[in-house]
């Protein structure tokens, strides 16, 4: 499909694009782009989630980085898609004035390899939910990662199901009381980050919905990045599920409560910088520095390691007796799916014959029947 033939859609429709997009051709190199603002992702269309959604603030720090990514990498905004499946999260296609699908529930990622795999020159977005993602949409999810497609997915994550108004998902806390678990779940919730770390994701991270700034620089992080990069970001939902990460999230406890991850640098964290962690044996402990302890005995963070056996024990931090962390856990380079994909496809078209249909259907193994 190619955006001089994609249509332009309504608002009902599933297909969304720029509101002032005119005749398009993929073109590489792209000529310098123009100096793109927030108001030009904005889109024209009313936005639809409760008010108080941690989804705004979301939306409102994509709209703002877009500009710098699509400079930095000399992308003209045509040349940006956002995929979605359904939920409250796959509503965001409506409101980048880009290019889009809304697809259907759990998908998104099979849409988006579609796409990614035929137009290799397109930024591709997933957007989706813990619900759309890792219910219905988890083994789909997990092959876009292993693949390592030039994706970037953002799984919005509210440990709840808020469109359809309060179902327990496959991240809500064991014993969480919903309206689909009056006496609470028995389920063991699913960890995002695990998922992706076990599926070999080139880039995996977390982030907050209300720490903006830190918001805004993993989100262009993910955009930078060569390959298939998976950001989980905490979503509260105020009407179905509020608080749920209020005990770490919340203002006057998250120095205390959450670790900042950077690359290179120990393991430290609390609103006073006194505390780390180390590792003993091979479990994670928490240390206050001092008294004989310093940052040399702390874990340093490498999220260049191909071994993700150090992100593998950061997703496994947790509350009460670990801070939660966020930022980048790993980030490495390998060849991407839509790379190789296209390599075949080029060593297909210089061999004889290439483009020759009757050639080919006469080629190999052949049989007459009479």
Request: with cysteine.
């Amino acid at each position: 499909m190619t955006e001089s033939n994609m249509p332009l859609a309504s608002n009902d429709s599933p297909l969304r694009a720029p509101a002032d997009a005119g005749g398009l051709a993929a073109v590489l190199p792209q000529p310098p782009q123009p100096a793109y603002t927030k108001q030009d992702f904005t889109s024209d269309q009313i936005v639809r989630w409760c008010p108080g959604c941690g989804d705004y603030s979301i939306l409102a720090q994509m709209q703002k980085i877009m500009p710098s990514v699509c400079a930095k990498q000399n992308i003209p905004r045509e040349n940006v898609v956002f995929v979605s499946g359904i939920g409250c999260s796959s509503r965001f296609p409506y409101y980048m004035n880009t290019y889009g699908f809304h697809s259907i529930h759990g998908r998104a990622p099979t849409f988006a390899t579609g796409l990614k795999s035929t137009r290799p020159e397109l930024m591709v977005w997933v957007v989706t939910g813990d619900g759309d993602g890792l219910s219905i949409g988890g083994n789909h999810l997990m092959h876009a990662l292993r693949r390592n497609i030039d994706l970037k997915i953002l799984l919005f994550n509210n440990r709840i199901y808020g469109l359809t108004k309060g179902q327990y998902s496959p991240t809500s806390e064991m014993g969480k009381k919903t309206k689909s678990s009056p006496m609470g779940t028995v389920e063991q919730p699913i960890n995002p980050l695990l998922i992706a770390l076990a599926a070999e994701a080139t880039f995996a991270a977390r982030s907050l919905d209300t720490d903006t700034k830190h918001l805004q620089e993993t989100l262009e992080r993910a955009a930078a990045h060569r390959g298939v990069a998976f950001v989980e970001i905490f979503q509260n939902c105020n009407i179905f599920n509020d608080g749920a990460f209020e005990s770490f999230a919340d203002i006057s406890v998250r120095k205390d409560k959450t670790l900042i991850l950077e690359h290179g640098k120990p393991l430290i964290f609390g609103k006073d910088r006194n505390k780390g962690i180390r590792l003993k044996g091979l479990k994670p402990e928490v240390v206050t520095l001092g008294q004989g302890i310093t940052e040399a005995d702390l874990l340093v963070h490498d999220e260049k390691s191909e071994d993700p056996t150090l992100a593998y024990l950061l997703a496994h931090l947790s509350e009460p007796e670990f801070p939660i962390p966020l930022g980048v856990y790993r980030n490495v380079s390998r060849p991407t799916y839509d790379q190789l994909l296209q390599s075949q496809v080029e060593t297909s078209k210089s061999k004889p014959n290439a483009g020759n249909l009757q050639a080919l259907l006469a080629s190999g193994d052949t049989w007459t029947v009479e």
